[in-house]
T-cell receptor
Framework: DGGITQSPKYLFRKEGQNVTLSCEQN?????MYWYRQDPGQGLRLIYY???????QKGDIAEGYSVSREKKESFPLTVTSAQKNPTAFYLC????????????FGSGTRLTVV | DQQVKQNSPSLSVQEGRISILNCDYT??????FLWYKKYPAEGPTFLIS?????DKNEDGRFTVFLNKSAKHLSLHIVPSQPGDSAVYFC?????????FGKGTRLSVIA
């Protein structure tokens, strides 16, 4: 079955450490996205990529980095520069036209202690 | 500057009654609108969508209405069921990444 997989489901890290969240899709979608959800804040766009080897900053890119070396994969690194990294992170993918909407992964809950 | 606004953070409805969730937008270039449903600790799932060339779209218990002159859309759920309790996000498509509202938490009380 086609889908989008985020791993791990829960992640704990010490303050000051970088951490990478995995996102893989087998939907043959061109575009992939990372969102962050905080209580009362909705879904805020971190980074997106519409094609391999190219990506753009979203609204809250500071403290994050991404790569898009393969169509299927779009990992997100939360760096030590991110001031408030504890959040629920969602990855999504879509066909080239966003008019058909996204398929979301099940999310990764990152807790930094 | 929010382009998609869901002004009600929460809504409580009795089981069997109608739930109406509202969404306003500011960008007249938006041409496609979607509603997503999200349970805690899960990814959002697509619920229903509407193109700007229509003013209504129905799918079972779910109907979305679009009023372009008012830049307003609403999601009607009839009848509401306890399993509908979730956060609902409105999203708009301008052919760049989807723009999401902050969500409305719906609680359906048995």
């Amino acid at each position: 079955d086609g889908g989008i997989t985020q791993s791990p489901k829960y992640l704990f890290r010490k303050e000051g450490q970088n951490v990478t969240l995995s996102c893989e899709q087998n939907l043959n979608h061109d575009a992939m996205y990372w969102y962050r959800q905080d209580p009362g804040q909705g879904l805020r766009l971190i980074y997106y990529s519409q094609i391999v080897n190219d990506f753009q900053k979203g609204d809250i890119a500071e403290g994050y980095s991404v790569s898009r070396e393969k169509k299927e994969s779009f990992p997100l690194t939360v760096t030590s520069a991110q001031k408030n990294p504890t959040a629920f992170y969602l990855c999504a993918s879509s066909a080239r036209s966003t008019a058909y909407g996204y398929t979301f992964g099940s999310g990764t809950r990152l807790t930094v202690v | 500057d929010q382009q998609v606004k869901q002004n009600s953070p929460s809504l409580s409805v009795q089981e069997g009654r109608i739930s109406i969730l509202n969404c306003d937008y500011t960008n007249s270039m938006f041409d496609y609108f979607l509603w997503y449903k999200k349970y805690p600790a899960e990814g959002p799932t697509f619920l229903i969508s509407i193109s700007s060339i229509k003013d209504k779209n129905e799918d079972g218990r779910f109907t979305v209405f679009l009023n372009k002159s008012a830049k307003h859309l609403s999601l009607h759920i009839v009848p509401s069921q306890p399993g509908d309790s979730a956060v609902y996000f409105c999203a708009a498509s301008p052919n760049t990444p989807l723009v999401f509202g902050k969500g409305t938490r719906l609680s359906v009380i048995a």
